[in-house]
């Protein structure tokens, strides 16, 4: 059921998910024997479906698996495409620094191996996805090449009716934990020159497993944490480590003027002071005077 208008702005133009590291290992087994990496991954996207949403798209940004190893990917693919395909999305799969580009081809795009940046674009129904490959082989810190952005100012150059979101694994912000700044995306000024002033709206990350958001060339860039483990923020930042919870994904309402980011936490919890479907059609029958004595007025 679409929602009926009932304050300044109309319905969100669409919707697109985001989520990020979700670290599959082969075999299907717990990531470091503790974190429940498959049954995290299965219970964000059953989370997904059960909040009705229908998204243009479900974006993964990065460290798909662990190791980049054959069947993590194939049980990736196993678990997410129907999921995504139920949904009605497009499904757009972003490399991190754990994953391995020959494997990535093969397991999860169906072409052939190669170690080649996978760089991809999206139509989504107006909105332009350009995913960027900041992995490096053999490392865990980013990069983009010259030839890279050399082919990102080419899409730039390319108009979008909706304009153009990018997703790419290494944030484009400072990394506020000692020691994460060393696998940050390098040289990040030459990112910069090509994206200020060209219509993007949105900067999708990964890599940090913790929600952050900031601005880069102007932009809003927005990390969602990780479906596997998050960083435990409230230790001394020296002592920041892995934790088992905190875990979310992020939804992106994209309006003409503005894209709304909201993080989801995952996860069943407690609900209280609810208000039931007839409670909300009793005021969408409503005028708009009517509604703000039924629902603004302090009682």
């Known amino acids: ?21 979700p670290h599959l290992v ?48 194939r049980r990736l693919r196993e678990i997410v495409e129907p999921a995504v395909e139920a949904l009605g999305a ?14 990535m081809r093969v397991g999860l795009l169906d072409e052939a191996p190669s170690l080649a940046p996978i760089d991809r674009v999206w139509d989504l129904d107006g909105l332009r996805l350009i995913g960027l490959d ?25 108009p979008a009716e909706h304009g153009t979101v990018i997703a790419l694994h290494h944030p484009p912000i400072p990394t506020t934990q000692p020691m994460f700044d060393i696998l ?26 913790y ?12 990390v969602a944490a990780a479906t596997c483990y998050t960083m435990n923020l409230s230790m001394p930042q020296r002592a920041v480590n892995g934790m088992t919870g905190g875990q979310s994904f992020q939804i992106l309402d994209v309006y003409d003027d503005t894209i709304v980011h909201s993080v989801v936490p995952l996860g069943e919890h407690t609900t209280f002071d609810t208000f039931d479907d007839a409670f909300i059609t009793r005021l969408e029958e409503l005028t708009p005077e009517q509604r703000v004595e039924a629902f603004s007025r302090k009682r």
């Open 1 to 21: 059921m679409s929602r009926i208008q009932m304050g300044q702005y109309p319905p969100a133009r669409q919707t697109v998910v985001h989520m990020s590291d």
């Open 26 to 73: 082969a075999g299907g087994e717990p990531l470091y024997g503790i974190v429940p990496v498959v049954e995290n991954l299965r219970a964000a996207l059953a989370q997904i479906e059960r909040m009705g949403l229908r998204p243009s798209a479900v974006v993964f940004t990065g460290d798909l698996t662990d190791l980049g190893e054959p069947d993590a990917y």
């Open 90 to 103: 497009r499904l757009c799969w972003v490399p991190g620094n754990h994953d391995e580009r020959e494997a």
């Open 134 to 158: 900041t992995s490096v082989p053999g490392f865990h810190h980013g990069e983009l090449s010259r030839s890279q952005l050399e082919w990102l100012d080419a899409r730039l150059n390319e």
């Open 184 to 209: 940050e995306l390098r040289e990040q000024h030459l990112l910069a020159d090509v994206v200020r002033g060209r219509g993007v709206r949105a900067i999708l990350g990964g890599h940090l497993h």
């Open 211 to 222: 929600s952050a958001h900031g601005t880069f060339a102007g932009i809003p860039v927005s």
